[in-house]
């Protein structure tokens, strides 16, 4: 793929903040700091705008909780279209860690995220929304 130079002027004590920063993630040019940025901006937009999306859905639950896994499983069957893999991890013996790779519109993503995070017991729900990629250099 080819790259493009361009330039760009800033003010100092940010560019020191910004350079501060990456050094700290160890990043190692601003160019690919500057490109994780726009590629973070244009995955905002793929989810604003309605694009097919990917992610995944984080869920912390207590498994002795009555039913919990039978209702977070026929949910799950209710999107079974948009709903691509999922993994269910023992963190210890009271607590599991589930993650549900989803793709999809993202308003049908964000409602599967709604309905996974009303079920009663669940300790915590989140969205890791990326890209398909399709669109991102």
């Known amino acids: 793929m080819p790259l493009t130079r361009f330039s760009i002027s800033v003010d100092s004590k940010l560019i020191?903040?910004?350079?501060?920063?990456?050094?700290t993630e160890k990043c190692p040019t601003r160019s690919k700091a500057i490109g994780d940025l726009i590629r973070a901006s244009l995955v905002k937009d793929e989810w604003k705008?309605?694009?097919?999306?990917?992610?995944?859905?984080?869920?912390l639950y207590?498994?002795?909780k009555r039913n919990i896994v039978e209702k977070i499983t026929d949910l799950q069957h209710d999107y079974n279209d948009n709903i691509?893999?999922?993994?269910?991890?023992?963190l210890d013996?009271?607590?599991?860690?589930?993650?549900?790779?989803v793709k999809g519109k993202a308003n049908r993503i964000k409602e599967?995220?709604?309905?996974?995070?009303?079920?009663?017991?669940l300790k915590?729900?989140?969205?890791?929304?990326?890209?398909?990629?399709k669109e991102l250099a």
């Open 124 to 133: 915590h729900c989140s969205l890791a929304a990326t890209s398909t990629g």
């Open 49 to 59: 705008y309605g694009e097919e999306v990917a992610g995944a859905i984080v869920l």
């Open 93 to 101: 013996h009271d607590n599991c860690l589930e993650i549900v790779a």
């Open 84 to 90: 691509i893999s999922t993994q269910h991890i023992h």
């Open 62 to 64: 207590d498994h002795h």
């Open 16 to 23: 020191e903040r910004f350079d501060t920063k990456i050094k």
């Open 112 to 121: 599967i995220e709604s309905v996974l995070k009303s079920v009663k017991g």
